[in-house]
């Protein structure tokens, strides 16, 4: 019985070794090239080039250690999501806002045909 179990739990971190690998084979070459895109003409070009063996070398050494780096960048994704999700605005941020806001309902208003001298409109948004 034992046997069966080592046999299929050996088999299983086999199988998932060329997807971890895949998986973050992806996640850097899509790293590196969106960071090189705006310092080269050619991105991809220079990735091919000079960063793919050492990325499929990292990307292999994460296949082969899965058990490790799968949980690790999962709890990585997940701190990153709850850190930076929403943040309080700024103030710069929140006059952009109320800015974008009139100007939308100015618009709107216009549309509607309201002229802006009627005594019926809020002037408090102004």
């Known amino acids: 019985m034992m046997s069966w179990f080592l046999l299929v739990a050996t088999a299983g971190y086999l199988a998932c070794i060329p997807l971890a690998a895949r ?29 793919r ?31 930076t999700a929403r943040p309080r605005r700024s103030s710069y941020e929140r006059r952009l806002h109320s800015r974008q806001v009139h100007e939308r309902i100015l618009e709107l208003e216009e549309g509607l045909g309201i002229p802006a001298d009627d005594p019926d409109r809020d002037r408090t948004r102004l």
């Open 23 to 51: 998986l973050f084979y992806g996640i850097q070459r899509r790293q590196i090239i969106s960071l090189e895109g705006g310092e080269h003409s050619d991105p991809v070009g220079y990735f091919e080039t000079h960063d």
């Open 53 to 83: 063996p050492g990325v499929a070398a990292a990307a292999v050494a994460a296949g082969l250690l899965w058990p490790l780096t799968v949980p690790v960048y999962a709890v990585g994704r997940l701190v990153v999501v709850a850190v």
